[in-house]
C-alpha cells in the first residue's frame, strides 16, 4: 500500500471552469476526508465520508462544490464555476472507523485559479 | 466556535539544540491530539500524537505532553536536525472522529 494518492498534483484553471480532483484512500480505510489549506495557514476540514455517505459537510463548503464516494472507496471533489479564491492545496486523508484512529493525508492538490 | 492556538508561528534553532511548539485548544470534548510535519509542496504526515489518558508520550527525540486542565499540549524535539526543518501543524480533535482543528503551524528552521 502507498498510502493516500491524489490526482492531479497541480490544477491551474481559469476563473469559471470546473475542476475535479480525485482521491484514492488507503485500502480498507472506510473514512475519509477532504481539507483545503491556504497559504501559512493550516488544514480546515471540508466534508467526510464513511464508506459512501457524506456524513458531514463544513460551512465552508459553497454550493459550487460537491464531493462523492460512489462505491465507499475513491472519492472525488468538483468545483463549479471556479474563482480566485478557490485557490489553495486541496488534502485527501483516510483512515480507519474505531476510537484509535489516526488520519493519514495525501500529498494534496494544489489549485490556482487565474 | 471550537480553535486551536499554535506559537510561535516561526523558530530557529542552532543543529542539536532543542525546540519546543505550544498549542492551546478550546473544546473541551477534544481528547486526541495528533502533530503533523509538512514539507514543501507535501501533504501533512503524523508524526506523534497523544490522547487525554496521557499526560505525555515519547517517541524517540520526539516528545508530547498535555495538560488536560490547562487545555495545553506541545510538541517537543531534542537533538534536532537540518531534516527536522519543516512546517509543524497541532491538531484537536475527538477519538475517532473524523475532522481535527488545526493550529496554523509553526515553521522551524534547524540552522546547520
Known amino acids: 500500500d502507498t498510502g493516500v494518492s491524489q490526482d492531479p498534483r497541480h490544477k491551474i484553471t481559469k476563473r469559471g471552469q470546473n475542476v475535479t480532483f480525485r482521491c484514492d484512500p488507503i485500502s480498507e480505510h472506510n473514512r475519509l476526508y477532504w481539507y483545503r489549506q491556504t497559504l501559512g495557514q493550516g488544514p480546515e476540514f471540508l466534508t467526510y465520508?464513511?464508506?459512501?455517505?457524506?456524513?458531514?459537510k463544513s460551512r465552508l463548503l459553497s454550493d459550487r462544490f460537491s464531493a462523492e464516494r460512489p462505491k465507499g472507496s475513491f472519492s472525488t471533489l468538483e468545483i463549479q464555476r471556479t474563482e480566485q479564491g478557490d485557490s489553495a492545496m486541496y488534502l485527501c486523508a483516510s483512515s480507519l472507523v474505531g476510537p484509535d484512529t489516526e488520519a493519514f493525508f495525501g500529498q494534496g492538490t494544489r489549485l490556482t485559479v487565474v | 466556535g471550537e480553535n486551536v492556538e499554535q506559537h510561535p508561528s516561526t523558530l530557529s534553532v542552532q543543529e542539536g539544540d532543542s525546540a519546543v511548539i505550544k498549542c492551546t485548544y478550546s473544546d473541551s470534548a477534544s481528547n486526541y491530539f495528533p502533530w503533523y510535519k509538512q514539507e514543501l509542496g507535501k501533504g501533512p504526515q503524523l508524526i506523534i500524537d497523544?490522547?487525554?489518558?496521557?499526560g505525555e508520550k515519547k517517541d524517540q527525540r520526539i516528545a508530547v505532553t498535555l495538560n488536560k486542565t490547562a487545555k495545553h499540549f506541545s510538541l517537543h524535539i531534542t537533538e534536532t536536525q537540518p531534516e527536522d526543518s519543516a512546517v509543524y501543524f497541532c491538531?484537536?480533535?475527538?477519538?475517532?472522529?473524523?475532522?481535527?482543528?488545526f493550529g496554523t503551524g509553526t515553521r522551524l528552521k534547524v540552522l546547520a
Open positions: 497523544i490522547r487525554s489518558n496521557v
Open positions: 465520508f464513511q464508506n459512501e455517505a457524506q456524513l458531514e
Open positions: 491538531a484537536a480533535g475527538t477519538s475517532g472522529t473524523y475532522k481535527y482543528i
